[in-house]
């Protein structure tokens, strides 16, 4: 049995792809293509698939959001296992606060929950462009330190 075949049987047909265009993975669209391309949305599937990598001397490259990755026009060769695992969990402790993110959130929608929930300190990823000096004329640029707000003008 193929390798593709092993993997479609645990991940199914809609999560294993071969020759996948690497470019419509990645935040500045290049790439050529993977030579098998899967997607996983919990821990056990990637046990799985870097278990099957092993198993055949095939090299497994692990794929988050795709920003701050560049592929080559020859793409990528064995497997590129890209990592779909979507868990949010707060849980407090007398003061703490614990956040539990999956590999696959994206940092501007765990800052929005946060703020959602009141929980401070993660404003900087949330996508609001408050430390540019263009986002607004009345904004400064400041750095977030312990839930407190550093501004070097005003």
């Known amino acids: 049995m193929e390798i ?6 645990k991940l199914g047909d809609r999560n294993v792809f071969l020759n996948e265009n690497m470019a419509k993975h990645t935040s500045f669209k290049t790439g050529g293509p993977a030579d098998i391309f ?5 821990v056990g599937k990637l046990k799985y698939v870097i ?16 920003s ?26 007398n003061e703490d606060i614990f956040v539990t993110v999956g ?12 703020l959602k929930l009141g929980i401070e300190g ?12 263009w986002s607004n004329k009345n904004e400064c640029w400041c750095l977030w330190k312990r839930n407190e707000r550093y501004c070097c003008f005003y």
């Open 51 to 66: 278990d099957i990598a092993n198993q055949n001397n095939l090299p497994i490259t692990i794929l988050g959001n795709g």
């Open 103 to 114: 590999s696959g959130n994206k940092n501007g929608e765990i800052a929005q929950k946060l």
């Open 68 to 93: 701050n990755i560049l592929v080559t026009d020859k793409g990528i060769r064995g497997i590129v296992c890209k990592i779909e695992i979507n868990k949010f969990e707060v849980n407090e402790d």
């Open 122 to 133: 993660f404003e900087f990823a949330s996508g609001i462009p408050r430390n540019y000096w």
């Open 38 to 42: 899967v997607r996983v949305d919990d």
């Open 4 to 9: 593709t075949e092993i993997l479609k049987e």
